[in-house]
């Protein structure tokens, strides 16, 4: 039976990671200075959070996520990360949505308050 299921769980299990667009900021050191932070992006399946733990982030630099998707597959190998879904895949759910919504409105079903 242990031998069943380590042949079986490994073939049919799948595997996903998910990709961060992370922005690490860097104060101005002088508070007055009018000139723009200045700003690095990069893609990473660290979040924020774990990001600082496993490279170099000076004390006066911030790093947050601005975009985050999902990806299957695996990340061994130093296989590349996906890239991120095109927007208009996220605009055809969306509209997708509307009109069932818009369905939903012309049936005789009243609406709730």
Known sequence: ????????IPIASKSEYRV?????TKAN??????EP??????????DPLQY???????ANERVTY?????CRGRT???TPLCSQPAKGSQLR?????????????????PPQK
């Open 66 to 70: 601005t975009e985050t998707w999902r």
């Open 1 to 8: 039976m242990t031998i069943l299921t380590c042949v079986i």
């Open 93 to 109: 759910k969306s509209s997708n949505l509307k009109k069932e919504e818009s369905t939903a409105a012309s049936s005789k079903i």
């Open 76 to 78: 061994s190998d130093f």
């Open 20 to 24: 961060f667009r992370l922005q690490i």
């Open 37 to 46: 932070p200045e700003i690095r992006t990069i893609e990473s399946t660290l």
């Open 52 to 58: 600082p733990y496993y490279f170099p982030v000076a």
């Open 29 to 34: 050191e002088d508070p007055k200075s009018t």
